[in-house]
């Protein structure tokens, strides 16, 4: 049997519940007869309903996968949580194979969904395309492991690093396709990450149901700035300072150093808020500062280039007086977007 593929099939399941299940994570779920014809298939759609598994298998009669093989990217579960055990489920259903891409990094689960399968007499094969499902689930993973939001950033820059000329002018860098790409960016993640300067340099609505805003003198505007007119509203300022009194809008208040917020203390709220996952899109002074808590990196590139050292940067601020002080990433994927390329680095 060509698992792998079939994995790649639960991988792209998974993906249909993106934006949807955090901090759940991405779950797909292909079912084999005994003959090994697909039968079923399921995906884990929204937080709270049924895991891939269940959401699989309920689709068929009580023995139509008897002896049969259950693929999934991730470890079946073994806890009463939301819904009772996946595990349990394909044992009752007589599976006789169960495939998997990884282990869940739950503590609750971790290993015992596997050994549960195991004592009921099922043939367990782990790992298959592991890089590829760990890589869908990195979000959940970093926030499994080491309790913290996971940071990407966003930002669209020519060939020379620059986000506008020195007149603020940035309209347009990229193409529309390349900012339609955009827009299924944000629906990864919980939440977007933006500044005051975006806001008050360019009137972004940033359409999306989470938005925190970085405004450490409280100098935008509340009330008409597009981005302020839908979505759940966090804006972080100086402790020091008394923010105004604006329904929908969540003030946070944080310490600042040198002119900024600190970032940990941001992402730590992020974390105790429940926002799993941001994306930053914002210019050089924030892009910077947060640069050293980013797990990844979504780059487009125009082959436009400015030449002019006053132009703005998409990444600035920081202090860096040797190469090896740069933050370095790996390139994971380049796509085009005619004539611009996405490179997304991790
Ligand atoms: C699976 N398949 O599709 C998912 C799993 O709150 P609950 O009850 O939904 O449980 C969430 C935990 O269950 C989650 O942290 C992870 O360990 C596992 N999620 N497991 O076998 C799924 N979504
Ligand atoms: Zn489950």
Same mark, same amino acid.
């Given at each position: 049997?060509?698992?792998?593929?079939?994995?790649?099939?639960?991988?792209?399941?998974?993906?249909?519940?993106?934006?949807?299940?955090?901090?759940?994570?991405?779950?797909?779920?292909?079912?084999?007869?005994?003959?090994?014809?697909?039968?079923?298939?399921?995906?884990?759609?929204?937080?709270?309903?049924?895991?891939?598994?269940?959401?699989?298998?309920?689709?068929?009669?009580?023995?139509?996968?008897?002896?049969?093989?259950?693929?999934?990217?991730?470890?079946?579960?073994?806890?009463?949580?939301?819904?009772?055990?996946?595990?349990?489920?394909?044992?009752?259903?007589?599976?006789?194979?169960?495939?998997?891409?990884?282990?869940?990094?739950?503590?609750?689960?971790?290993?015992?969904?596997?050994?549960?399968?195991?004592?009921?007499?099922?043939?367990?094969?782990?790992?298959?395309?592991?890089?590829?499902?760990?890589?869908?689930?990195?979000?959940?993973?970093?926030?499994?492991?080491?309790?913290?939001?996971?940071?990407?950033?966003?930002?669209?820059?020519?060939?020379?690093?620059? %986000? =506008?000329? +020195?007149?603020?002018?940035?309209?347009?860098?990229? @193409?529309?396709?390349?900012?339609? /790409? $955009? #827009?299924? !960016?944000?629906?990864?993640?919980?939440?977007?990450?933006?500044?005051?300067?975006?806001?008050?340099?360019?009137?972004?609505?940033?359409?999306?149901?989470?938005?925190?805003?970085?405004?450490?003198?409280?100098?935008?505007?509340?009330?008409?700035?597009?981005?302020?007119?839908?979505?759940?509203?966090?804006?972080?300022?100086?402790?020091?300072?008394?923010?105004?009194?604006?329904?929908?809008?969540?003030?946070?208040?944080?310490?600042?150093?040198?002119?900024?917020?600190?970032?940990?203390?941001?992402?730590?709220?992020?974390?105790?808020?429940?926002?799993?996952?941001?994306?930053?899109?914002?210019?050089?002074?924030?892009?910077?500062?947060?640069?050293?808590?980013?797990?990844?990196?979504?780059?487009? %590139? =125009?082959? +436009?280039?400015?030449?002019?050292?006053?132009?703005? @940067?998409?990444?600035?601020?920081? /202090? $860096? #007086?040797? !190469?090896?002080?740069?933050?370095?990433?790996?390139?994971?994927?380049?796509?085009?977007?005619?004539?611009?390329?996405?490179?997304?680095?991790?």
């Amino acid at each position: 049997m060509d698992y792998e593929l079939l994995m790649q099939k639960c991988i792209e399941l998974a993906k249909l519940g993106e934006g949807q299940v955090s901090p759940n994570p991405l779950v797909g779920c292909v079912v084999l007869d005994e003959n090994n014809n697909i039968i079923s298939t399921g995906y884990h759609h929204f937080y709270g309903e049924n895991h891939a598994e269940r959401d699989a298998l309920l689709k068929l009669k009580n023995n139509e996968a008897k002896n049969g093989t259950l693929i999934v990217n991730l470890e079946p579960c073994s806890h009463y949580g939301k819904t009772p055990p996946c595990a349990d489920l394909i044992i009752e259903r007589g599976i006789k194979r169960v495939v998997t891409g990884m282990r869940d990094v739950n503590p609750i689960v971790a290993g015992n969904g596997i050994k549960k399968l195991q004592e009921a007499g099922i043939e367990v094969i782990e790992g298959i395309l592991e890089n590829e499902c760990k890589r869908l689930n990195e979000v959940f993973i970093k926030n499994m492991t080491e309790h913290k939001t996971f940071v990407a950033i966003k930002s669209a820059a020519t060939l020379d690093g620059k %986000i =506008a000329a +020195k007149t603020g002018d940035s309209k347009w860098i990229t @193409s529309s396709a390349a900012r339609e /790409e $955009v #827009k299924d !960016i944000r629906k990864r993640y919980d939440a977007i990450l933006t500044s005051s300067g975006t806001i008050i340099a360019d009137n972004p609505t940033m359409k999306h149901k989470k938005k925190v805003i970085i405004d450490r003198l409280l100098k935008t505007d509340f009330i008409n700035s597009n981005i302020y007119q839908e979505g759940d509203i966090y804006v972080f300022y100086d402790e020091s300072l008394n923010p105004p009194d604006i329904q929908n809008i969540h003030f946070i208040k944080a310490p600042a150093a040198n002119n900024k917020i600190k970032p940990e203390y941001v992402l730590e709220k992020l974390y105790e808020l429940g926002i799993m996952s941001v994306l930053i899109e914002a210019g050089g002074h924030l892009n910077g500062s947060f640069l050293d808590y980013t797990d990844k990196i979504y780059q487009f %590139i =125009a082959p +436009k280039i400015i030449g002019d050292n006053s132009a703005l @940067s998409a990444y600035d601020y920081r /202090e $860096v #007086k040797k !190469i090896s002080d740069a933050k370095t990433f790996n390139v994971r994927l380049i796509k085009e977007f005619p004539p611009d390329i996405l490179v997304v680095l991790d």
